[in-house]
């Protein structure tokens, strides 16, 4: 099997930006990978063929593709079509070294052992910006009748001969629900005899689509004030099903145009996709969202950027995922902002890259404190995590001259055409390689 390139590919590729362009114009949204990493789990519990449409163009979808492969699916990848035939009897083995590349692996696992009672796989990947725990995925496992044995490297769960049994768990956190860990217990809860109950459930997006998908294929679940209800099924049908708007890349976006004051259009997404907190932000910020009647979204820029107070949270809050884009924005706002942090209180990798363009910003526990707005000068800096090299695009965007963005294998684990989409937009962008 030839491995989806790796970080290494990438490490000498850089973005150079010549700023200072406004930005404006009409361009698609991709699929969502957060909500796409998730269904790819959920197609190892299909009985028949799935097709996901809209699969997003980044690494981590090949990545997830040969997972799957490796545990013995047919998965056929071409032009946003992401083909899905499971194995009937599935390899119990998430591919170590492909595991510690995506942060879905505990997902992917626990398909794998509502499917065969048993699976082996390693700690998962993802970005590294702050210890991301699995405990409540792990609990959700042994709820469900698995024996769970961690070493330094690799877990195992197994379950008795009958498999997965129905059970309640609670997925909370003290940072709130856990998305990936509600997402494991509605796929192990899928596959099992009975009705599962899970407590405190997270209302993300992702949890509500892989819900809709398992729904549509015969597993029943639904949201009531005691958490989320799963009765199993012992046979998942497969079908078509498309991967929703990515409100991140849209997010992104439209902050990397508003910083250089542009207006924007975004096809394959609506108003409604937006959670309210990020709605509520971009508002305060001077920027409206409107559907169009010709379709997709329009985001307006109304007047100069204005600084804001926001905190991250759980949906419908300010999504985690656009804090550091929303950070190099408000570089550009007129007055103090703050930025609350309240899902990984220590994510602020974005910090010191910001400050490379002359960015007014520092932090003081979860809460980060910008002044503007700056004439960010044009700078050469490093990022390794998706959404904080986001933001230095945008900053990259926003100062006058030529900067040089390092981090294009954490920026295509994100985003399939962002830099194209940019370059739609009227932006200055060449992506080359310092070896050349
Ligand atoms: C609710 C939320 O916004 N989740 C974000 C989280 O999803 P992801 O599914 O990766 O993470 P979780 O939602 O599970 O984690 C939320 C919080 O709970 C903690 N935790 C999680 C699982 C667990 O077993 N124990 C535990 O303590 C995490 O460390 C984190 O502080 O990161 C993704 C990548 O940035 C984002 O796209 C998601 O929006
Ligand atoms: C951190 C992110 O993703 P992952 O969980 O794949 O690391 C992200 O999408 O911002």
């Given at each position: 099997m030839t491995i989806t390139p790796a970080r290494a590919a990438f490490e000498a590729t850089v973005v150079r930006v010549a700023g200072g362009r406004p930005l404006s114009g009409r361009i698609p949204v991709q699929g969502s990978k957060n909500i796409a990493l998730h269904l790819y789990a959920a197609?190892?519990?299909?009985?028949a063929p799935v097709v996901l449409a809209a699969a997003p163009d980044i690494i981590d979808t090949g990545v997830c593709a040969q997972i799957l492969t490796y545990t013995g699916a047919h998965v056929a990848v071409d032009g946003g079509r992401f083909a899905v035939t499971p194995a009937a009897a599935p390899c119990p083995v998430i591919h170590p070294e492909l595991g510690r590349r995506v942060r879905t692996t505990v997902v992917l696992a626990a398909a794998v052992l509502a499917r065969t009672g048993q699976v082996t796989f390693p700690y998962p990947g993802g970005d590294a910006f702050c210890p991301r725990l699995i405990d409540r995925h792990l609990a959700a496992m042994q709820a469900a009748g698995a024996e769970v044995l961690a070493d330094a490297t690799t877990i195992s769960a197994r379950c008795g001969p009958h498999g997965v049994r129905a059970f309640t768990v609670d997925v909370d956190t003290p940072y709130g629900p856990s998305l990936g860990a509600t997402v494991t217990a509605m796929l192990l809860a899928a596959r099992a005899p009975g009705t599962s109950l899970i407590t405190h459930p997270s209302i993300e997006p992702e949890v509500t689509e892989t819900a809709r998908f398992l729904t549509e294929r015969g597993a029943l679940i639904h949201f009531t004030g005691q958490g989320l209800h799963v009765s199993g099924s012992d046979w998942i049908t497969g079908g078509d099903f498309t991967v929703a708007g990515d409100r991140i890349e849209a997010a992104t976006m439209i902050m990397a145009a508003a910083s250089t004051g542009g207006s924007i259009h975004l096809d394959g997404?609506?108003?409604?996709?937006?959670p309210n907190g990020l709605t509520e932000a971009l508002s305060a910020a001077g920027i409206s969202l409107t559907d169009d009647a010709s379709g997709g979204v329009r985001a307006q820029l109304n007047g100069p950027l204005q600084a804001i107070d926001a905190a991250t949270g759980p949906h419908p809050a300010l999504p985690t995922d656009t804090a550091p884009q929303l950070a190099a924005m408000l570089t550009q706002a007129h007055g103090s902002s703050l930025i609350t942090e309240r899902v990984y209180p220590s994510r602020n990798t974005h910090i010191a890259g910001l400050r490379a363009f002359g960015a007014d910003i520092s932090s003081t526990g979860p809460v980060i404190g910008l002044r503007g707005p700056i004439r960010l000068r044009p700078a050469t800096a490093a990022a390794e995590d998706i959404r904080a090299v986001t933001a230095l695009l945008i900053a990259a965007l926003a100062a006058e001259g030529t900067s040089t963005i390092r981090g294009v294998y954490h920026l295509r684990r994100g985003y399939g055409h962002l830099l194209a989409n940019l370059a739609a937009l009227g932006a200055d962008i060449t992506t080359t390689s310092e070896a050349s």
């Open positions: 197609t190892l519990l299909a009985d997404i609506t108003a409604s996709a937006f």
